[in-house]
C-alpha cells in the first residue's frame, strides 16, 4: 500500500490535464502557471523541517564539515547546479558545496536513466568523496531512487549527516535519512514528468538550504554579496559598488582598495570601514573563522 502512494504523489495523472494534448497554447501555459502557484505553499508546509536541516548544515561548516547533494537525472542536475554556484556567489572553495549526479558529468548533458538503479555506485560514490564531518543530501522526487539511497546508507556508516529531499510522503529515503524534507506538490500536468513542480520544489529548497548556510556562516554581510569573487567584469563592478555601499567612498576610492586587497571585497571593505591595512584585515578574517560579520563586530570593539 505504500509503494501505490508513493507512486500516486509523484506519478499519477493530474486531473485538469487529461486532456493536455487537445488544451491551447495558452491553456496549456495558464494550467501549468496555476500548477506552479502551489509549488510555494508545500514548501511552506515544510519549513520547520528545512530549518532543521540548515542548522545541522550550519554546524558542520563551522566544524571543517561540507555539504555534498547526490541525485540522479533531474535532482542530481539541480544539485550540481546549486553546488556549482556557491563559489562565485559565495566565495568558497569548490570543495565546500559538492554535487554528484550519477553517471558522473556526462549526465548532466545526456540521460543516463539506468544510472539510478544502481546502489552500489551510489555508495562508492559518496565513500570516495564524503567524511564523518560532512552532511550529503540525497535528493529524489520519487523517494526511492537506489542510487541515492546507496549514497545515503553510506554517509550513514561514515558518521555523516543526512538530509532527504523528496517530493512523496513516507518514502525509503525519508525513513533513511537524519532530516528529511517531503516537498508534496502532487501530481505533474505532463504525467511523470517531474521537472516540472517538482523540480521547482527541489530547486527552491536547495536555494534555502546553501543561501540560509552561507548567511549563517558570515558569507553574506546584511543582504550583500561581501565574499563575491570577481571573476569577470559584472561581477568586479557588483564588487566595487558592495565596497561602495558598505563605506560611503567614491567608486575610484572603492576601486584603489579592491585592488590594494587583492580583489577580495571583504578586505577592502574592513580596510575602509576600520582605516587599517589589509593584512591586519586578512589575519582578524582568519582568526574568526571567515565570518564577515564576526570580523565587523570585533574591529568595531576594538
Given at each position: 500500500?505504500?509503494?501505490?502512494?508513493?507512486?500516486?504523489?509523484?506519478?499519477?495523472?493530474?486531473?485538469?490535464?487529461?486532456?493536455?494534448?487537445?488544451?491551447?497554447?495558452?491553456?496549456?501555459?495558464?494550467?501549468?502557471?496555476e500548477?506552479?502557484r502551489?509549488?510555494?505553499?508545500?514548501i511552506e508546509?515544510?519549513?520547520?523541517q528545512?530549518?532543521?536541516?540548515?542548522?545541522?548544515?550550519?554546524?558542520?561548516?563551522?566544524?571543517g564539515?561540507?555539504?555534498?547533494?547526490?541525485?540522479?537525472?533531474?535532482?542530481?542536475?539541480?544539485?550540481?547546479?546549486?553546488?556549482?554556484?556557491?563559489?562565485?556567489?559565495?566565495?568558497?572553495?569548490?570543495?565546500?558545496?559538492?554535487g554528484?549526479?550519477?553517471?558522473?558529468?556526462?549526465?548532466?548533458?545526456?540521460?543516463?536513466?539506468?544510472?539510478?538503479?544502481?546502489?552500489?555506485?551510489?555508495?562508492?560514490?559518496?565513500?570516495?568523496?564524503?567524511?564523518?564531518?560532512?552532511?550529503?543530501?540525497?535528493?529524489?522526487?520519487?523517494?526511492?531512487?537506489?542510487?541515492?539511497?546507496?549514497?545515503?546508507?553510506?554517509?550513514?556508516?561514515?558518521?555523516?549527516?543526512?538530509?532527504?529531499?523528496?517530493?512523496?510522503?513516507?518514502?525509503?529515503l525519508?525513513?533513511?535519512?537524519?532530516?528529511?524534507?517531503?516537498?508534496?506538490?502532487?501530481?505533474?500536468?505532463?504525467?511523470?514528468?517531474?521537472?516540472?513542480k517538482?523540480?521547482?520544489a527541489?530547486?527552491?529548497?536547495?536555494?534555502?538550504?546553501?543561501?540560509?548556510?552561507?548567511?549563517?556562516?558570515?558569507?553574506?554581510?546584511?543582504?550583500?554579496?561581501?565574499?563575491?569573487?570577481?571573476?569577470?567584469?559584472?561581477?568586479?563592478?557588483?564588487?566595487?559598488?558592495?565596497?561602495?555601499?558598505?563605506?560611503?567612498?567614491?567608486?575610484?576610492?572603492?576601486?584603489?582598495?579592491?585592488?590594494?586587497?587583492g580583489?577580495d571585497?571583504?578586505?577592502?571593505?574592513?580596510?575602509?570601514?576600520?582605516?587599517?591595512?589589509?593584512?591586519?584585515?586578512l589575519?582578524?578574517l582568519?582568526?574568526?573563522?571567515?565570518?564577515?560579520?564576526?570580523?565587523?563586530?570585533?574591529?568595531?570593539?576594538q
Amino acid at each position: 500500500m505504500g509503494d501505490t502512494k508513493e507512486r500516486t504523489l509523484t506519478e499519477s495523472r493530474h486531473s485538469k490535464s487529461h486532456q493536455l494534448d487537445e488544451l491551447s497554447t495558452m491553456e496549456i501555459i495558464r494550467l501549468m502557471n496555476e500548477e506552479d502557484r502551489t509549488v510555494p505553499a508545500a514548501i511552506e508546509k515544510k519549513l520547520p523541517q528545512i530549518e532543521a536541516a540548515i542548522d545541522i548544515i550550519v554546524a558542520a561548516l563551522n566544524q571543517g564539515g561540507r555539504l555534498i547533494y547526490i541525485g540522479a537525472g533531474t535532482s542530481g542536475r539541480l544539485g550540481v547546479l546549486d553546488a556549482s554556484e556557491c563559489p562565485p556567489t559565495f566565495g568558497v572553495p569548490e570543495t565546500l558545496v559538492q554535487g554528484i549526479i550519477a553517471g558522473g558529468d556526462h549526465a548532466l548533458r545526456h540521460a543516463i536513466e539506468n544510472a539510478e538503479d544502481d546502489w552500489d555506485e551510489g555508495e562508492r560514490a559518496i565513500q570516495e568523496a564524503a567524511g564523518p564531518k560532512d552532511v550529503v543530501v540525497g535528493i529524489a522526487s520519487s523517494g526511492r531512487t537506489p542510487y541515492v539511497l546507496g549514497a545515503v546508507d553510506a554517509a550513514k556508516r561514515l558518521g555523516a549527516k543526512t538530509i532527504g529531499l523528496t517530493c512523496n510522503d513516507n518514502t525509503p529515503l525519508s525513513a533513511a535519512v537524519d532530516y528529511p524534507i517531503e516537498a508534496l506538490v502532487g501530481p505533474e500536468v505532463l504525467t511523470g514528468s517531474t521537472r516540472l513542480k517538482a523540480g521547482s520544489a527541489q530547486k527552491m529548497v536547495l536555494n534555502m538550504l546553501s543561501t540560509a548556510s552561507m548567511v549563517k556562516t558570515g558569507k553574506v554581510y546584511k543582504n550583500l554579496m561581501v565574499n563575491v569573487q570577481a571573476t569577470n567584469e559584472k561581477l568586479k563592478q557588483r564588487s566595487v559598488s558592495i565596497i561602495q555601499e558598505l563605506t560611503g567612498v567614491s567608486e575610484s576610492e572603492a576601486r584603489e582598495a579592491s585592488s590594494q586587497a587583492g580583489g577580495d571585497a571583504r578586505i577592502a571593505i574592513l580596510m575602509l570601514m576600520f582605516r587599517i591595512e589589509a593584512d591586519k584585515a586578512l589575519t582578524i578574517l582568519k582568526e574568526e573563522n571567515e565570518h564577515f560579520s564576526a570580523a565587523v563586530k570585533r574591529l568595531k570593539n576594538q
